[in-house]
């Protein structure tokens, strides 16, 4: 039995996301959005959708086929320790790596 091909352009079906699940949930849709060019760049098919839970709030599912859930883990957990690690040391920079009046003439 041969199936109609349907357009992929302008809608997501939910048979585009059989045999996708959640790698994670993003907090906002830019963190949506990195997270989806970050698995792209790395080969790893990904789709971002929004729904409500249970308790009607909305949110935002980063889904990946189950075949690069390890994969996906990884790179996300990776991606995340790396941006804390510069969230860590632009926030230890407000008082200068010495003390903060290194720099400054005293004449």
């Not at 963190?31 to 989806?36: I, K």
């Not at 792209?40 to 959708?49: A, Y």
């Not at 009607?56 to 790179?75: K, R, T």
């Amino acid at each position: 039995m041969k199936m109609a091909k349907r357009s992929k352009k302008g809608h997501k079906s939910p048979v585009q996301l059989q045999g996708y699940i959640v790698v994670t949930f993003a907090d906002d849709k830019e963190q949506a959005r990195d997270y989806e060019s970050l698995l792209k760049v790395n080969d790893i098919p990904v789709t971002v959708t929004e729904q409500e839970d249970q308790m009607g709030n909305s949110e935002i599912a980063v889904m990946v086929p189950e075949e690069f859930l390890d994969e996906a883990h990884v790179i996300i957990e990776s991606q995340d320790t790396f941006d804390d690690f510069y969230d860590f040391e632009i926030d230890g920079e407000d008082d200068g790596a010495f003390g903060g009046d290194v720099y400054e003439d005293d004449f």
